[in-house]
């Protein structure tokens, strides 16, 4: 058993204290996606611009994007794009993985972006969106929030499970 | 790909003076991020910019951007906030700014989201993080190359221009 279940299988067994329903005005889920993880060479300038390059060449919709520095200083760079050319993608990148300095790729075929309105900067919205999906066993890949949304990419075999965690944590009108 | 003639935004939003905290591997269990959250909370400090990813090894990485004012207020606490929350590591980037591009369409037009990408690195912006959903892209850079950029995203997209 991974650390993970065991916090979460005492976390159950003691029971957490069930805080307030935070008030939100909506939760949207996306078609059906596909999520690409790449570990690009950091620097004051990666190529991630260039990725995006190759992928819009290739009619590829992009519908998320994060971007960060890791702890190593790699940029990690995580892409939703339409489930149907998720092949498109890879065989895209594929070809260009030397130039581009890929240094590790990861990909989930079927995800789904869930979002929350409205965020408005509220620490408490995303911060209950990360702990209730956790509590049950719902592994966000990636989250990112805009002005007035919060938005996280699950596997689509936990949507169901997913969305019945959220609208316990959140008073939907 | 769309010519990027055609391609209307709304006017940037940019928030200046910020503080980019990134709280690197920490572990992935329910509640990990709480402390922070709480502390921010607690202070009534908004969070201007936030995304979460997988690190490896069931860590994950958190960044967020507060009001460098804020961070201030804070930073006597943020020590026994990284300690709860078990982070292997802080790091700090001050000043930067978070542009926030809205409007074209980033699901719909494939190679927007390049447009822009491309054009801020032609003109050597430094995008620290980006958080890009549907319509709406969050850029963090550097506060002093705002005037560049904003320079740069008008150039690429149509921008309405300020009123007088």
Redesign the interface.
């Known amino acids: 058993m991974?650390?993970?279940s065991k916090?979460?299988e005492i976390?159950r067994r003691i029971g957490a204290p069930r805080p307030e329903k935070i008030r939100i005005s909506g939760i949207l889920q996306s078609p059906v996606l596909a999520s690409l993880?790449l570990l690009l060479p950091g620097g004051?300038?990666d190529s991630?611009?260039a990725v995006?390059?190759i992928?819009?060449?290739?009619?590829?919709?992009?519908?998320?994007?994060?971007?960060?520095?890791?702890?190593a200083g790699n940029t990690?760079l995580?892409l939703c794009v339409d489930a149907d050319l998720l092949d498109t993608a890879i065989n895209s990148l594929d070809v260009h993985e030397e130039s581009l300095g890929i240094r590790d790729f990861?990909y989930h075929p079927q995800v789904i972006?869930i979002?929350i309105y409205p965020h408005?900067?509220?620490?408490?919205v995303?911060?209950r969106l990360?702990?209730a999906l956790?509590?049950n066993g719902v592994?966000?890949?990636?989250?990112?929030?805009?002005?007035s949304?919060?938005?996280c990419v699950v596997n689509r075999d936990s949507v169901e499970q997913a969305l019945a965690c959220l609208a316990d944590a959140f008073e939907l009108p | 790909m769309g010519s990027a003639e055609t391609l209307e935004i709304y006017p940037l939003k940019i928030q200046r003076g910020l503080t980019q905290l990134s709280f690197l591997r920490i572990p992935t269990r329910p509640g990990a991020t709480r402390p922070l959250f709480d502390l921010l909370e607690r202070h009534g400090v908004p969070v201007r910019f936030l995304i979460e990813g997988c690190a490896g090894d069931y860590n994950r990485d958190l960044i967020v951007c507060i009001d460098s004012e804020a961070f201030t207020r804070l930073e006597p606490e943020l020590k026994e906030v990284e300690i709860r929350m078990q982070t292997q590591a802080l790091e700090l980037r001050q000043p930067v700014a978070v542009i926030r591009i809205l409007g074209p369409h980033f699901d719909i037009r494939p190679g927007t989201s390049s447009l822009l990408f491309g054009a801020l690195q032609r003109a050597d912006i430094t995008i620290f993080s980006n958080a890009t959903t549907i319509t709406s892209s969050m850029c963090v850079i550097p506060d002093d190359q705002v005037e560049t950029a904003e320079r740069v995203i008008g150039r690429t997209f149509e921008v309405p221009k300020k009123k007088k």
Do not use: W
């Open positions: 991974s650390e993970q916090t979460l976390m993880t004051v300038s991630a611009a995006l390059e992928l819009g060449k290739h009619d590829v919709n992009i519908r998320f994007i994060n971007k960060y520095k890791d702890s990690s995580c990861v972006v979002s408005k900067q509220r620490p408490r995303a911060e990360l702990t956790r509590m592994d966000p890949l990636s989250t990112n929030n805009a002005s949304v919060v938005s």
